[in-house]
């Protein structure tokens, strides 16, 4: 069973930067995906960034390009989303989860999830 761990999240103002850490234990790192999605309250949650690892390709949410970077660390089975210049619509709890097959990001096709992690902007 994989299992993700996230942390990282906090309360940021405006502008600000946070970074989020995914630590995945029995994964596979060399043909899968990974991805971070969001959800706010009466939301539907949303992919957020997500990483293939077999092609090393990125999608990246309209709404967060440019402001995100998702990272993978092969050697420390860690997936990192740096987030800079916050906006207060990022408000979100944020998980991790882990794609077996396919290469989307849509979070119906991902199989593994974490707990999530709180990030809140606000002044």
């Known amino acids: 069973e994989v299992q993700l761990t996230e942390s990282g999240g906090g309360s940021v103002q405006p502008g600000g930067s946070l970074r989020l850490s995914c630590e995945a234990s029995?994964?596979?790192?060399?043909?899968?995906?990974l991805g971070w999605f969001r959800q706010a309250p009466g939301l539907e949650r949303e992919g957020v960034a997500c990483?293939?690892?077999?092609?090393?390709?990125?999608h990246y949410a309209d709404s967060v390009k440019g402001r995100f970077t998702i990272s993978l660390d092969n050697s420390k089975n860690t997936v990192y989303l740096q987030m800079n210049s916050l906006k207060p619509e990022d408000t979100a709890m944020y998980y991790c989860?882990?794609?077996?097959?396919?290469?989307?990001?849509?979070?119906?096709?991902?199989?593994?999830w974490g707990q999530g992690t709180q990030v809140t902007v606000s002044s």
């Open positions: 029995k994964y596979t790192f060399t043909r899968n995906g």
């Open positions: 990483v293939f690892t077999g092609t090393g390709a990125i």
């Open positions: 989860a882990a794609l077996v097959y396919g290469n989307n990001c849509l979070r119906d096709s991902y199989n593994y």
